[in-house]
């Protein structure tokens, strides 16, 4: 048994009660979203459109993952992950795969280059100190895109 919800760096909202009960009840999560639709890469900051992305393609997208009141999480999670020399989609994969709740990650990409970049976050373990940078954000920017 799985549920799909949304999960994210920006959306954790399935920690504050489902994650107890489905590591009670022994069903995973298969997140979508893990990256935003591609926010969490960084490449939407500062009101970016790139050609062919997204957000860029389907406004409903943009409010929904990228919207103002998420732009300073965003910014630095980004800013996290470069402090530590991480690919930002690496860094935001790489949280969501970690927790004990996740079955799968469900990514989604536009290119093959994406497509490595997310497959190569399955080998990355975060040290100590990104994950204490990730909480801290989280302190101060809980859940800005829930």
Not at 56 to 68: F, I, Q
């Amino acid at each position: 048994m799985t549920i799909q919800n949304q999960y994210s760096l920006t959306n954790r909202t399935f920690e504050i009660g489902l994650s107890e009960i489905c590591l009670r009840e022994g069903i995973g999560l298969l997140p979508y979203s893990p990256i935003g639709g591609g926010a969490l890469s960084g490449k939407y900051l500062g009101g970016a459109m790139p050609a062919g992305a997204r957000h860029t393609l389907w406004e409903r997208n943009r409010e929904r993952y990228n919207g103002a009141h998420v732009q300073a999480a965003i910014e630095a999670y980004v800013d996290l992950a470069r402090k530590h020399e991480l690919d930002p989609v690496q860094m935001a994969l790489a949280f969501v795969n970690d927790r004990a709740f996740v079955t799968s990650t469900i990514i989604g990409c536009t290119s093959m280059e994406q497509l490595k970049t997310d497959i190569a976050s399955a080998d990355i373990t975060l040290s100590e100190d990104v994950l204490s940078g990730i909480a801290e954000i989280y302190k101060r920017i809980p859940d800005p895109h829930a």
